[in-house]
């Protein structure tokens, strides 16, 4: 019997796109999105910020010396943030889920502010009872510590957790956990997964 539900954000619950941040902030920066990607993704900058490592600001004040010149907060939060566009086929799901007694548990590689960006834009995390975040969580999937802290956040034994990312390696780290895991491909093949384990929604 499965108990609580665990999703990924990103390309689950919502489109989004680490080109369009670069444009973004490259224009922001005034340079080409490619050299933005070169200076955010490939430096690892980004991802540091995603583990939690470094905060915001310290986040911008990097991007600042990389850049040569001050960037404001708010600004570059905007030209972060802006790349996401909700999966809107997911609410009910999550919506019908919840109505059943499910657990619902977040589990996602995200930054502060493109998680505080959602909380105020959107309202898909709203029927979340829990949030297992990498900025938190100090480490990113498929590192061991974001499932260890999913294990505490799911309320049940990991066999009775279903979990779903369109990550097929992220997918295959979750199993290793104990956790029933499919690979997200659209709303329709999870609601498939989802009635082939006796869930009609």
């Given at each position: 019997m499965i108990r609580t539900f665990l999703f990924d954000m990103g390309n689950v619950l919502t489109r989004f796109s680490h080109d369009r941040m670069c444009d973004q902030i490259g224009t922001l920066?005034?340079?080409?999105?490619?050299?933005?990607?070169?200076?955010?993704?490939?430096?690892?900058?980004?991802?540091?910020?995603?583990r939690g490592h470094i905060t915001e600001e310290?986040?911008?004040?990097?991007?600042?010396?990389?850049?040569?010149?001050?960037l404001d907060r708010n600004e570059l939060r905007r030209a972060s943030s802006d790349i996401f566009d909700p999966i809107l086929?997911?609410?009910p799901i999550l919506?019908?889920?919840k109505r059943r007694g499910h657990r619902l548990v977040l589990l996602s590689n995200t930054t502060v502010s493109h998680y505080e960006w959602i909380r105020e834009k959107f309202t898909f995390l709203e029927p979340f009872d829990h949030c297992v975040v990498s900025f938190e969580a100090g480490a990113m999937k498929p590192d061991p510590p974001i499932y260890q802290a999913a294990l505490q956040a799911?309320?049940?034994?990991?066999?009775?957790a279903f979990?779903?990312?369109?990550?097929?390696e992220y997918v295959a780290k979750g199993r290793e956990y104990g956790f029933q895991a499919e690979t997200f491909t659209t709303p329709e093949s999870l609601l498939r997964q989802l009635?082939?384990?006796?869930?009609?929604i």
């Open positions: 920066c005034g340079m080409s999105g490619d050299k933005m990607r070169k200076l955010l993704i490939d430096t690892g900058l980004q991802w540091e910020f995603e310290t986040f911008r004040d990097r991007l600042s010396g990389l850049v040569e010149r001050s086929e997911m609410r919506d019908a889920l799911i309320h049940c034994e990991p066999r009775e979990y779903t990312d369109d990550i097929p009635a082939d384990r006796g869930i009609v």
